[in-house]
């Protein structure tokens, strides 16, 4: 059974950084696509950023420039380095992996910018 369980979240000030770590696994092959979506009090999920098996990134207007994705050397490992973080980027992060035409989400950390 796949499972994607996400660390890395926390509190910070305005201006701060933050590296949110996904681990993969249950899977011998490796996730065609990992990524990070978000999802605030009161709005839908969105999507902050995606990364291929391939290397090919994908990140929203209001996060690029500031955040970054990356897959790790480990099979099924992403990371999102997330700089110059602004109040309006508070959200449960999840991460997301797509293996063929399934997806699979974790559980979520909490990211909470303070002003």
């Known amino acids: 059974q796949v499972q994607l369980v996400e660390s890395g979240g926390g509190l910070v000030q305005a201006g701060g950084s933050l590296r949110l770590s996904c681990v993969g696994s249950?899977?011998?092959?490796?996730?065609?696509?990992m990524g990070w979506y978000r999802q605030a009090p009161g709005k839908q999920r969105e999507l902050v950023a995606t990364?291929?098996?391939?290397?090919?990134?994908n990140y929203a207007d209001s996060v690029k420039g500031r955040f970054t994705i990356s897959r790790g050397t480990a099979k099924n490992t992403a990371f999102l380095q997330m700089n110059s973080l602004k109040p309006e980027d508070t959200a449960v992060y999840y991460c997301?992996?797509?293996?063929?035409?399934?997806?699979?989400w974790g559980q979520g950390t909490q990211v909470t910018v303070d002003s």
């Open positions: 997301n992996a797509v293996l063929r035409v399934v997806q699979y």
């Open positions: 249950g899977s011998i092959l490796s996730f065609n696509i």
């Open positions: 990364v291929s098996s391939a290397g090919s990134t």
